[in-house]
T-cell receptor
Framework: NAGVTQTPKFQVLKTGQSMTLQCAQD?????MSWYRQDPGMGLRLIHY???????DQGEVPNGYNVSRSTTEDFPLRLLSAAPSQTSVYFC???????????FGPGTRLTVT | GNSVTQMEGPVTLSEEAFLTINCTYT??????LFWYVQYPGEGLQLLLK?????DKGSNKGFEATYRKETTSFHLEKGSVQVSDSAVYFC?????????????FGTGTKLQVIP
């Protein structure tokens, strides 16, 4: 049981490049979400999904796309990277317990 | 909307000192409350939770009581250890949003020195 896994751990992009951050969970959780963590800002919700085929926007969705074709996977796509997207990105999943989320180890992204 | 306010850090304590990290919240519905901990280089982990007023969550010597009258959920520990050094996040999840989203505070960094 690996929990929530994220790849890559570190990534450097140039402005305008695109990439996909991978997230997978093996706990059969319906709910998955993506957050970004910036100094002094806490965690801000980017997108979330309540099940395969269902996604919705969070607090800061601009510049990011998501899809959920399977229960296990929830990739986050940066369409055209900008320096403002330099951040640490966390994927999380939740089972039936209210609010109890399981977080991945994070991806540290730098956009130059 | 919902919000969580926690005390600014960093907080620096000597080993065996008493810890309090303040947290207050505003919510449109009846929230469940949480404390998460983030150790260096890792993701967040749930530390404790409380789902109704006057409930006390506890884990690893940490405690927090859900105070509806003061809309607070302060984190306490009687004797901190160096291994408690981490960032602590207060959070809530609201029935009005179907408990689908979790709103986090900005985090409080705790450093415990020997």
């Amino acid at each position: 049981n690996a929990g929530v896994t994220q790849t890559p751990k570190f990534q450097v992009l140039k402005t305008g490049q695109s990439m996909t951050l991978q997230c997978a969970q093996d706990m059969n959780h319906e709910y998955m979400s993506w957050y970004r963590q910036d100094p002094g800002m806490g965690l801000r919700l980017i997108h979330y999904s309540v099940g395969a085929g269902i996604t919705d926007q969070g607090e800061v969705p601009n510049g990011y796309n998501v899809s959920r074709s399977t229960t296990e996977d929830f990739p986050l796509r940066l369409l055209s990277a900008a320096p403002s997207q330099t951040s640490v990105y966390f994927c999380a999943s939740r089972g039936r317990e209210i609010g109890e989320q399981y977080f991945g180890p994070g991806t540290r992204l730098t956009v130059t | 909307g919902n919000s969580v306010t926690q005390m600014e850090g960093p907080v620096t304590l000597s080993e065996e000192a008493f810890l309090t990290i303040n947290c207050t919240y505003t919510a449109t519905g009846y929230p469940s409350l949480f404390w998460y901990v983030q150790y260096p280089g890792e993701g967040l982990q749930l530390l404790l939770k409380a789902t109704k007023a006057d409930d006390k969550g506890s884990n690893k010597g940490f405690e927090a009581t859900y105070r509806k009258e003061t809309t607070s959920f302060h984190l306490e520990k009687g004797s901190v250890q160096v291994s408690d050094s981490a960032v602590y996040f207060c959070a809530l999840s609201d029935e009005n949003e179907g408990y689908q989203k979790v709103t986090f505070g900005t985090g409080t960094k705790l450093q415990v020195i020997p």
